[in-house]
């Protein structure tokens, strides 16, 4: 069995896409398949932490020994993990967040017409920096997905975000990434940085919780 690197801490992880409605039939989301963050869930509670699961619309087994919430919206989402976090030590937040969600949904299908439709979008709450901000913030890790400038962005994410620590993966290689069962990571600290996979997600799980146990054991004892 690996070692209980997170044995009696709490952690909180988002997974997913959101879901937007536009009307009672209709909406916007995205093409997450929340592969990462199950399997990151998973890999924490092997690691003998205590998991709560926050999920949006996925097709994926609840992983074993894993509380799980699901939600639709990026707002159901950032309300439950502000009901959740309060017993955290640790947030990992790998959801695929809407980043704009309707500014009205519709009480009654869209109709066509012969014209052009138009819709107004507002932005969406960004869970990930309303946790980090938090007076007693946990340990926060965020998620980057670029196409380019990886480390440039990624970092600058870290240091916007106020967060502990951020894992960028690169959406331009083939077969790695989004729906996919392989990726490969670049994470980033503040004094510090790693490359991990490709590997499976399973395989990169386990690396990425024991590089989040390191790094939060090393923020802890200062
Ligand atoms: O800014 P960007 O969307 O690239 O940041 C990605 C990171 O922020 C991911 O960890 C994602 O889960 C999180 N995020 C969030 N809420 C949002 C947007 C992104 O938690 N509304």
């Known amino acids: 069995p690996p070692p209980l690197l997170l044995k009696n ?49 996925v097709n994926l087994p ?11 919206s990026a707002q159901q989402m950032l309300d439950s993990v502000l009901e ?11 959801a695929a967040v809407a980043d704009y969600r309707a500014s009205i949904i519709a009480d009654n299908k869209i109709k066509k017409s012969d014209t052009e439709l138009t819709l107004t979008f507002v932005k969406n709450p960004d869970i990930l920096k309303t946790v980090a901000s938090l007076e007693s913030a946990p340990f926060t890790v ?7 400038n990886l ?25 790695l990434g989004f729906n996919s069962d392989h990726n490969a990571l670049q994470v980033f600290w503040n004094s510090g940085e790693r490359s991990l996979g490709p590997a499976t997600k399973t395989e990169l ?10 790094q939060y054991n090393n923020k802890t004892s200062n």
């Open 142 to 148: 965020g998620f980057a997905a670029e196409s380019q």
């Open 62 to 72: 609840t992983p074993a020994g894993c509380r799980r919430l699901d939600v639709e």
């Open 151 to 175: 480390a440039e962005y990624a970092k600058g994410k870290l240091v916007n975000k106020k967060l502990d620590m951020i894992a960028a993966n690169d959406i331009t290689q083939p077969g």
């Open 84 to 94: 959740n976090i309060a017993p955290c030590d640790i947030f990992i937040a790998t």
């Open 9 to 57: 801490k709490k952690l909180l992880i988002t997974a997913g896409p959101t879901r937007e409605a536009l009307d009672p039939v209709r909406y916007i989301s995205n093409h997450s398949s929340g592969k990462m963050g199950f399997a990151l869930a998973q890999a924490a509670a092997r690691a003998g932490a205590e998991v709560t699961l926050i999920a949006g619309p």
């Open 205 to 214: 799980a386990d690396a990425l919780i024991a590089l989040v146990a390191t």
